[in-house]
């Protein structure tokens, strides 16, 4: 009896060692990311510490003793919140390919899209979001509605001002899109049929995004010489209509301006502000900006409409016409970029969609002009006119880099690149415009304005791309690692993070951000793309009284 009993107490031992050691090998986290220097999204200073994932959200940071399914060795390394793009135009292509690389890649995990709307109109809005979500995602996606977009459907893309039957058509589309989870109303109003649309009328529209407590986003009707004025009728659209405004891709892009009209615009919102206005901004930290050549044309060449004014284009006499104008500068309802860019020279084609003019990118019109023996007008709608049905796209070098740190200094600016995502990595985005900042907004902000020149200290620059516009969009779950957050992080090495993307190779990745994870899960592992697709739609919660 005695054997036996030493017998059954051995075993019991090992039964209760074996029992232990499991427990013990159990993970008790997804992940934890161990001794880093954790930048909470705040602005606070960073400290020494690990954080612990699960369940897709931050449950400790500090000294984490448990073990984590998966653990990353951040020694020398910030821990961030993911960056969220307050200006993406990724709306469309997500729908063909979710990866997003070229976001990931710059430690994005969240973009709010639609500048131009959404790629479906307003009562098919929650089946395009089933379908992003049922394809999957590797970022978290949020969108505008825009005002061009019920302005189409209900009066057609021509001049003119809507009766009251059809602005309340308008106002129905609006409320729609809202409480199909949009984030609010946008207009893009340097751009013919946007362009058309009244101040009135666009506080009516933003009206209805207010009464849910959205926004009025807007790219400004003008940024050139009329900028100070352009955004006092922002903020009098959301002064009078109650909603937030976000004024898009902030910048005083005119050459002969430059450092006085950004000051004006940064007093003039400043001011706004004092007085209980919700108004703030997002940059890309770029000199030039990208858009179509068609900007080139004055814009009652689309007073009628796209066909007609395509015919305007081809029409010789016209021409003259629309030469004499853009030699003139800018005029009521139509901003000048080349006058605002100091002439053809400032303007660089970009991606003309033709086998024909292909030779020429990367050339200012000015170039292709002298090469071609024809005006450089003439040149940029010849290749407009070639490259149909594409937009060829141009870069328009209108911006300066004082100009830029004032704006980037301002505590209620933030980061947003106009760009989208790519369908693969190393291709360019999703608009056919091969701009840096595609691929190298957000570590730019970081390696030039903190590294390179001392415009920000580390732990704003983070803000500006993670607290603030989170806390600005409502999504109060993100932005901030801390407890309860859910876990969308960046591992990034500050000595070797570099944009590296410039105007002779927009597409080169960035380096130094190694690890991204997005709700939890590890989407970028050592600089390469996991597979996963984690990221969330997200839909601002509307609900109208009386609705």
């Not at 898009?248 to 004006?264: I, R």
Request: with cysteine; net charge negative; glycine share 12%.
């Amino acid at each position: 009896m005695k054997k036996l009993a030493v017998l059954y107490g051995a075993v019991a031992v090992l039964l209760c060692a074996g029992a232990s050691s499991a427990y013990a090998s159990a993970p008790e986290y997804d992940i934890v990311i161990r001794n880093g220097r954790v930048l909470d999204g705040a602005g606070n200073p960073w400290v020494h510490a690990d954080v612990a994932v699960k369940d897709g959200r931050v449950v400790s940071v500090g000294q984490v003793t448990g073990s984590g399914a998966r653990e990353v060795d951040a020694t020398g390394r910030y821990v961030s919140p993911g960056f969220i793009d307050m200006m993406d135009q990724s709306g469309r292509v997500l729908l063909k390919s979710g990866e997003a690389e070229n976001k990931l890649r710059q430690g994005v995990t969240t973009v709010i899209a639609g500048e131009g709307g959404t790629p479906v109109p307003a009562a098919d809005i929650p089946g395009y979001f089933q379908q992003l979500e049922q394809q999957g995602i590797s970022i978290n996606f949020g969108t505008y509605y825009s005002s061009t977009q019920a302005r189409v459907k209900v009066m057609g893309d021509g001049a003119g001002s809507p009766t009251e039957a059809q602005l309340n058509e308008m106002k129905n589309e609006v409320r729609t899109a809202m409480q199909a989870g949009a984030f609010g109303l946008t207009s893009a109003l340097i751009y013919p049929p946007s362009s058309f649309q009244s101040t009135s009328d666009l506080v009516t529209l933003a009206g209805v995004s207010a009464q849910c407590g959205g926004f009025y986003a807007t790219h400004m009707r003008d940024e050139s010489g009329d900028l100070v004025q352009a955004v006092e009728e922002a903020i009098e659209i959301g002064e009078k209509s109650g909603a937030k405004v976000e004024i898009f891709h902030l910048k005083a892009a005119y050459a002969p301006g430059w450092g006085q009209l950004m000051p004006q615009a940064v007093a003039t919102i400043n001011a706004a502000r004092a007085r209980g206005v919700d108004v703030a901004a997002d940059l890309y930290p770029y000199t030039a900006g990208g858009t179509g050549l068609e900007i080139i044309a004055p814009s009652w060449v689309w007073a009628d409409g796209i066909e007609k004014g395509l015919e305007r284009l081809r029409d010789p006499a016209l021409r003259e016409r629309m030469k004499a104008e853009v030699e003139a500068g800018s005029m009521p309802g139509w901003s000048n970029l080349v006058h605002a860019s100091g002439g053809f020279g400032n303007v660089r084609l970009a991606n003309g969609f033709s086998e024909k003019y292909a030779p020429y990118h990367g050339k200012s019109l000015a170039e292709i002009g002298a090469a071609l023996n024809r005006h450089p007008a003439d040149a940029a709608w010849d290749i407009l006119l070639e490259g149909l049905p594409n937009r060829s796209v141009a870069l328009y070098f209108m911006m300066s880099e004082p100009d830029i740190e004032t704006a980037l200094q301002q505590p209620w600016v933030s980061i947003g690149s106009d760009a989208a995502a790519s369908e693969s990595l190393g291709a360019m985005d999703a608009l056919g415009l091969p701009h840096p900042r595609a691929y190298g907004t957000f570590p730019r902000i970081i390696a030039e304005y903190v590294k390179r020149r001392p415009v920000l200290s580390l732990e704003d620059a983070v803000r500006k791309m993670t607290g603030w516009p989170a806390q600005r969009m409502g999504l109060s779950d993100r932005g901030l690692i801390r407890e309860g957050m859910r876990a969308d992080i960046v591992v990034f090495d500050l000595d070797t993070l570099d944009d590296v993307a410039g105007w002779d190779n927009p597409t080169d990745v960035p380096t130094g951000i190694e690890t991204v994870i997005v709700n939890g899960v590890v989407t970028l592992a050592d600089g390469a793309h996991s597979g996963a697709r984690a990221g969330n739609v997200l839909r601002h919660q509307c609900v109208i009284p009386g609705a």
